[in-house]
């Protein structure tokens, strides 16, 4: 069992950066996060991936009225990639950078002061939970990320649709 002065559960804006000052207050830190990379829902389908397609989207604007009239949707989700991507790494860097723990995986708190991992518990004398948010489904609405989308299906759409219902 390993032992923390503080264990943040969720790596999102508000985990990774409580993460961070824990650490350069010189608390023995470790942060847990069940997705593949750190930055939570923002980093990865949120706001900054929204942020580069709607920057991809004004790039392409201006290339249509005064340029070519063709949309490689491919590349601009290839883009959309490459701005997540370098942000979760600058996240990663920033967790090695400030020896703080990465543990991976979803948390739960079975016992005051704990905090579990798969089969791991982990001690800390303090935990902050910073688990960030799922999208809410609608009733009756079965949602299958191709034709009912969340937000997070939005921004991985194959091709551009024709049309597009937002609810």
Not at 125 to 152: F, N, Q, R
């Amino acid at each position: 069992m390993s032992s923390y002065d503080v264990i943040i559960i969720g790596a999102g804006p508000g985990g990774y950066v409580s993460a961070i000052r824990c650490a350069q207050l010189g608390l023995k830190t470790a942060i847990v996060e069940g997705r593949e990379t750190l930055g939570g829902t923002c980093l990865n389908v949120g706001c900054i991936p929204s942020k580069a397609l709607l920057h991809a989207t004004e790039m392409l604007h201006e290339a249509e009225h005064n340029f070519a009239d063709s949309v490689d949707w491919k590349q601009m989700l290839t883009y959309k990639e490459n701005v997540v991507g370098q942000n979760t790494g600058g996240i990663e860097f920033l967790m090695k950078k400030n020896k703080i723990d990465w543990i991976k995986g979803w948390a739960s708190i079975p016992a005051a002061g704990q905090v579990k991992v798969g089969d791991d518990v982990h001690e800390a004398k303090h935990i902050i939970v910073a688990s960030g948010s799922e999208p809410a489904s609608l009733k009756g609405v079965d949602v299958d990320e191709k034709t009912v989308v969340t937000s997070t299906g939005a921004l991985e759409l194959g091709k551009i649709p024709k049309t597009l219902v937002v609810i």
